[in-house]
């Protein structure tokens, strides 16, 4: 038998009712009112102000060294702290790369000064990044990047541009993956850099998306100047690290949450209906509303499961590629349907007129990107593929 | 994990693989796999059932073992010795006043080879009742993959009340636990077919909307084999109801969306009686009507919509941290 997602299920040691009472407790006390529709894939809603709130009550950086800003709590602390905001359609939008996946690679490949100098804003909730890898040549296919960092003295010149870069507009930092040698190819001669994104010579334009929100930018870079010190790890070693940093955002439940709040709304709207209306009694009357949301529910806990058993992989010092790309598909596939499923139970007018059928609108357009950002579907497959000794 | 568990699956892999016949499982004991040491079983616990079924699953185990582990583990619960002879499972209708059934029950696995039958019957009342009933007038059916699926009919039977409890939660449970088996097993083929078979000059496995497929299956086995171990480890823990409803109907679509592909990957080479991949498919297919089928998705939904949305995540959550 063929064992390719072979994790135990994952049980959440005792206190972590304690943990979940006091985040939930945080988000009760800090969530801004604000449109319902920021709820639904509330990862890519920036607010400054919950992530400030956030920092100053210590949900940022929970994993990471006191020394450096960081709580020095467990790794499945955050993990659940993580799926409390995200079910409650927290906008964490603002820090969630820095305190994703930035900081964690300075952890690990960083020097202590660049820690002392981006950890501690990163984990107050105040110092955002964005991620530099796609460019117009450069998608899926990453090794094909050609911006590139030339040794001067006492650091590096950059030219280039960089595209499809979330949230470049209100980040501090890019880590951004460079050619440092000239002729290079492929995946060999490529550097992480930690550049500030006010150093002169930046230029960052924004991508309007197809429902007119400003998110996607291009940034170009026209003889920046950095430091050496604005070098991350090893000359060289950037396709390795990267790598590395691709493995920290697959798995989460991110991946499986952005539909979340139209579920929510969904059931809301449905036992609305049926307090109103008797006669019609969505809630209590509608069986194939009743079966589209069990299905739903069953697949929500399925993703669970397979989230938190990843995760808890990870949180033990493994690489769990395959499970990792396992989550992310699986659970990309289940946002996507999840507005559809509903569109298909209910016959709604698309009219804006109520909080749901504004989700479900906003949740059809935006729905195709889950399965784009973050290593398409292709590409997942192909390093399930790989696991099952296919490739 | 059980401490028995490692040598029970161990057993289990040595014996499935034979093809056993009844006796030879009944000598080693799974029947009884569920009932305490006290009354003379082996006492293991669910995670304990899943792997054993996981694997009778992938063996295509053509025996009613889930059946009457379930059966066996049923009769325990009620205080009642275990009768001699195969006892399986089954839901009917009729009625049982003072002790005698007259009614039917249907579709009965292995039927007409039990010498028992732990039957849910409804008799018109709120809740049915569950009987331990000897095997009635047979007529013989079969399941899609060939199985006996007998109807048992009763006059005036004697009947043994062991109580109210409804076992169908319990037989979706188990049917997961060997459709996570057959499905992982079904994966094993079609990668060993798609490394071997050759054509446009290269092995199938080469061709990258082959290797897509393929991923898109082991996603499919990935999401039934964690749905069934989180619904043994909550039925470990006491109460498994939602997660059992959760896991069949996750393994409903896994097996929808699976079986398709790993014919599709074999061509028409899996589609004939001496390839083995139809042992596993036909059986996959037929298990997903077993014991609710879908119809476990509108309670799960009915639940949902008994409390405020926000509590959905609450309870999904609230029951994994017990």
């Given amino acids: 038998m063929t064992a390719v997602f072979a994790l135990p299920p994952y049980v959440p040691p005792p206190g972590v009712a304690a943990l979940r009472a006091e985040i939930r407790a945080f988000i009760a006390a800090n969530l801004p009112a604000g449109d319902p529709v920021h709820r639904a894939n509330s990862w890519s809603v920036a607010d400054n102000g919950f992530s400030r709130a956030l920092g100053a009550a210590g949900w940022l950086g929970m994993v990471w060294p006191r020394r450096w800003g960081g709580h020095e709590r467990p790794a499945m602390d955050r993990y659940i702290v993580l799926e409390e905001l995200l079910a409650a359609g927290a906008p964490v939008g603002a820090h969630w790369i820095a305190d994703r996946q930035t900081g964690p690679l300075l952890l690990r490949y960083g020097t202590d000064a660049q820690r002392a100098k981006y950890l501690p804003g990163m984990a107050r909730g105040e110092t955002y990044a964005c991620i530099g890898l796609s460019e117009p040549g450069a998608g899926s296919d990453l090794a094909a990047v050609r911006s590139r960092a030339e040794k001067v003295a006492g650091g590096w010149r950059i030219n280039g541009q960089k595209l499809w870069t979330s949230g470049a507009h209100r980040s501090h930092v890019m880590l951004a993956l460079l050619r440092s040698e000239a002729g290079s190819e492929r995946g060999a001669g490529l550097s992480q850099f930690l550049i500030d994104l006010d150093t002169p010579g930046i230029t960052i334009r924004p991508v309007i998306n197809l429902t007119g929100e400003h998110d996607f930018n291009e940034v170009f870079f026209d003889d920046v100047m950095v430091d050496d010190a604005a070098l991350v790890g090893g000359e060289g070693n950037g396709w390795a690290q990267v790598t590395d940093e691709l493995a920290l955002e697959r798995s989460g439940p991110e991946r499986y949450l952005s539909s979340h709040a139209l579920l929510v709304t969904l059931i809301d709207a449905a036992r609305s209906a049926s307090a109103d209306n008797q006669a019609r009694a969505s809630g209590t009357e509608n069986a194939a509303l009743r079966a589209t949301i069990g299905k739903l529910v069953a697949e929500l806990w399925t993703l669970r499961q397979m989230s938190m058993a990843t995760a808890a992989k990870l949180a033990g010092g493994d690489d769990p590629v395959v499970e990792a790309a396992i989550v992310k598909d699986l659970g990309n596939d289940f946002e996507q349907r999840l507005p559809l499923a509903v569109q298909a139970v209910l016959d709604l007018d698309l009219d804006g007129s109520t909080d749901l059928v504004r989700l479900l609108g906003h949740l059809l357009q935006v729905s195709p990107s889950f399965s784009l950002r973050g290593g398409t579907r292709e590409i997942l497959r192909g390093i399930i593929a790989r696991g099952l000794g296919l490739r | ?322």
Avoid at chain 2, 18 to 32: E, K, Q
Avoid at chain 2, 117 to 146: F, H, Y
Avoid at chain 2, 170 to 187: I, K, M, N
Avoid at chain 2, 238 to 262: C, W
């Fill in chain 2, 1 to 322: 994990m059980s401490e028995l568990r490692p040598q029970v699956v161990a057993t289990a892999q040595a014996l499935f693989a034979a093809a056993p016949d009844w006796s030879a499982i009944v000598a080693a004991g799974f029947p009884l796999l569920l009932v305490p040491e006290a009354d003379g079983g082996f006492g293991g616990d669910w995670g304990d059932a899943f792997a054993v079924l996981q694997i009778a699953g992938g063996e295509a185990l053509a025996q009613p073992l889930a059946e009457a582990m379930l059966a066996a583990q049923l009769i325990a619960r009620a205080g009642v010795a275990q009768p001699a002879g195969l006892v399986t499972i089954g839901s009917g209708g009729g009625h049982a006043i003072g002790g005698v059934f007259t009614g039917h029950v249907a579709a009965v696995p292995w039927g007409r080879d039990a010498a028992h039958i732990v039957a849910t019957i409804d008799t018109g009342a709120d809740d049915p009742v569950m009987l331990l009933l000897p095997r009635g007038q047979v007529s013989e059916g079969s399941s899609p993959a060939g199985e006996p699926r007998d109807q048992l009919d009763y006059r005036g039977v004697p009947a043994l009340r062991l109580g109210g409890a409804d076992h169908a939660l319990f037989g979706a449970f188990l049917r997961v636990a060997q459709s996570a088996g057959a499905l992982g097993a079904a994966l094993e083929l079609a990668t060993t077919h798609v490394n071997t078979r050759v054509q446009f000059g290269k092995p199938l496995a080469k061709l990258q909307a082959v290797q897509q497929s393929l991923a898109v299956l082991a996603e499919e086995v990935a999401a039934v084999q964690m749905a069934g171990a989180a619904a043994a480890a909550a039925l470990d823990r006491g109460d498994g109801a939602f997660e059992m409803m959760a896991a069949k109907l996750r393994t409903n679509m896994a097996i929808h969306r699976g079986v398709a592909l790993a014919h599709q990957v074999h061509g028409a080479i899996g589609f004939t009686q001496d390839y083995p991949l139809h042992r596993l498919t036909r059986r996959l297919m037929g298990w997903r009507s077993d014991f609710g089928g879908d119809s476990w998705a509108e309670l799960l939904g009915e639940q949902a919509l008994s409390a405020p949305g926000a509590e959905l995540w609450a309870d999904i959550v609230q029951r994994g941290d017990a």
